[in-house]
């Protein structure tokens, strides 16, 4: 027995495109949070660190670090 909140439920028959999408109605939804996720990753800053900074540097290391291991 699958268990439901009747007001999710409610809102989710409400949500339109049922007919046109069926499942997949929910798809650009989605879409739009990702998309706003990774606008907050690119732009928003901690201090003087974004998380593609942190990105950059942590991927420099590795490569330095492979470099320094194949030389030895």
Do not use: D
Request: hydrophobic share 45%; aromatic share 18%; no cysteine.
């Amino acid at each position: 027995m699958i268990l439901y909140s009747k007001t999710l439920r409610r809102l989710v028959k409400k949500f339109p495109g049922k007919r046109f999408f069926g499942v997949y109605r929910f798809l650009p939804v989605f879409f739009i949070i990702g998309a706003a996720l990774e606008f907050s990753m690119i732009n928003w800053r901690v201090g003087e660190v974004n998380f593609y900074n942190t990105y950059k540097k942590k991927k420099v290391e590795e490569i330095v670090e492979q470099k320094l291991h194949e030389s030895v």
